[in-house]
């Protein structure tokens, strides 16, 4: 129809300028007919952004891509996802559990005029333990005449309300200065780091982490070193790869070539284990003049496991010939599948060969463990995704993928609403499809499933 038409066009223009980088996401919640579509028209300052829903017509597109004064963001209107048959106390409460999980400030929308329901203090409930912002609106208060009625919203305990008038606009500029107010400092997970990286050096005895160290090191320098604002653990060391500064996470054991007499491995383990979680990024050596071994798989998979950014490092490159860099070309094909995106270098310790090439794939991992993709162009992406690829009918049955939205980063974590439980192979796709499509080069990612009762 005409209306859904224009409804993709205003999707389209919000698509391409998305923003890309971590922006704050605001959730909308609230009965039917409060006004909600009303108030994300306004907010985004376009009328054709959001229709009216109809019956048996399902929105499914409900992230769209603001601005006020600067400052971009998110906003998701929760009303559209649920318009089932489940009850409206239900559907409201499970609006605002996802709004708690996926936003970082809630706007619960009331009438002023209808006055508190109950499903609107079942809903004020839920927020109540919400560690998010929650920000009461009370909507179409046209004139002054509805301002006590606005008042009467204090009773839902989540703190003053703002009286607005999203129709005509009245105090809306208002309401957007307290959502700003309420962005956190750094939208979720987004942590930035200052100074070094932290990166840890791992790999099976002999596979030459300690020759790998010295190269860095040099005759340890990094005992004296000292860079303004950093605090090096008497265990790590500051080492330069690539004319910059990284911290070698838990090196004193390289150092000191530790030998135990007895369960040998089970420590090595246990020392990987620290290392890996000390760091953000781990570089794996390998031999490359040996067969991947079991225990290569063992040290790959902690680091998976760990959800740390990954680099791969052949060492001993100096040592293979035409013949072995033909089998290796196969082992990796074969033994390193899981590990596929990760950045693979090549190196000598002992000679030296390429090994400033660790410095951009480290670079390369830590920018994928951060990656973040926006709330506005992951549905656009999911919603042509399923589109084109539904999941398969089983027993009559089909679940739909209603939602997206990426929970964190360090690593990329997504979670799927959907309306029913998807298949292993389903949801492999979808993942496999998100690295195709979006990189996470050098960083595990997570796919969770939440799937509406
Ligand atoms: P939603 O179901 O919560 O998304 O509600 P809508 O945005 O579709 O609005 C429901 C009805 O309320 C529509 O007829 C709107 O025109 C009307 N409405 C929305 N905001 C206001 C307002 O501020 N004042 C008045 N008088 N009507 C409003
Ligand atoms: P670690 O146990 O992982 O710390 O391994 P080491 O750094 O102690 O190295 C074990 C052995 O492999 C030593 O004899 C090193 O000289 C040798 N080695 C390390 N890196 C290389 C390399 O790139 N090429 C060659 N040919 N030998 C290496």
Not at 304 to 323: F, Q
Not at 380 to 404: D, T
Request: with cysteine.
């Amino acid at each position: 129809t005409e209306e859904l038409m224009t409804k993709d066009t205003g999707w389209e223009a919000d698509a391409t300028d998305a923003p890309s980088g971590n922006v704050p996401v605001v959730a909308v919640v609230g009965r039917p007919n409060v006004g909600k579509s009303t108030l994300v028209n306004r907010i985004l300052g376009r009328r054709q952004a959001v229709v009216q829903d109809q019956p048996g017509v399902t929105r499914d597109r409900i992230a769209y891509d603001a601005e006020w004064v600067g400052q971009r963001f998110s906003i998701v209107d929760t009303g559209g996802w649920d318009p089932d048959a489940t009850g409206m106390a239900k559907a409201i409460a499970a609006q605002a559990e996802i709004a708690m999980q996926t936003a970082d400030v809630v706007v619960l929308v009331l009438d002023a005029n209808v006055g508190v329901q109950e499903s609107d203090s079942a809903a004020a409930r839920i927020l109540q333990r919400s560690k998010k912002p929650v920000i009461v609106v009370a909507n179409k208060v046209d004139g002054d005449r509805q301002e006590a009625e606005a008042a009467a919203l204090w009773s839902l305990g989540l703190g003053e309300p703002v009286a607005i008038s999203a129709l005509h606009g009245r105090g809306s500029g208002d309401l957007l200065d307290r959502i700003l107010d309420s962005f956190p400092e750094e939208p979720t997970g987004s942590l930035t780091s200052v100074g070094p990286r932290r990166i840890a050096l791992i790999g099976k005895p002999n596979v030459g982490k300690s020759s790998l160290l010295n190269r860095f090191s040099g005759e340890d320098r990094a005992v004296v070193d000292n860079v303004a604002g950093t605090t090096v653990d008497p265990v790590d060391s500051l080492v330069e790869i690539d004319g910059e500064n990284w911290i070698l996470v838990d090196t004193a054991g390289l150092r000191k070539k530790a030998k135990f007499a007895s369960g040998t491995e089970y420590y090595a383990t246990l020392r990987t284990q620290s290392a890996v979680e000390a760091a953000e990024c781990a570089v794996v050596l390998l031999d490359a003049s040996n067969p991947i071994a079991e225990q290569d798989q063992r040290i790959l998979t902690q680091v998976v496991e760990s959800g740390r950014a990954l680099v791969v490092a052949y060492n001993k490159w100096d040592l293979i010939d035409d013949d072995r860099r033909y089998f290796l070309e196969k082992e990796i094909d074969r033994e390193l599948a899981q590990v596929a995106w990760a950045p693979r270098v090549n190196v000598s310790a002992v000679t030296g060969r390429s090994v400033t090439k660790l410095a951009p794939a480290i670079r390369e991992a830590l920018a994928g463990w951060e990656q973040r993709i926006s709330t506005g162009e992951l549905n656009q992406w999911i919603s042509a995704l399923v589109q084109a690829h539904p999941h398969p009918v089983r027993s009559g049955k089909q679940p739909r993928v209603l939602f997206a939205t990426q929970a964190g980063t360090k690593p990329p974590r997504f979670v799927l609403f959907t309306t029913g439980d998807l298949e292993p192979q389903y949801l492999r796709f979808i993942k496999r499809r998100l690295r195709e499509d979006f990189g996470f080069t050098g960083s595990p990612i997570e796919v969770t499933v939440k799937a509406r009762e």
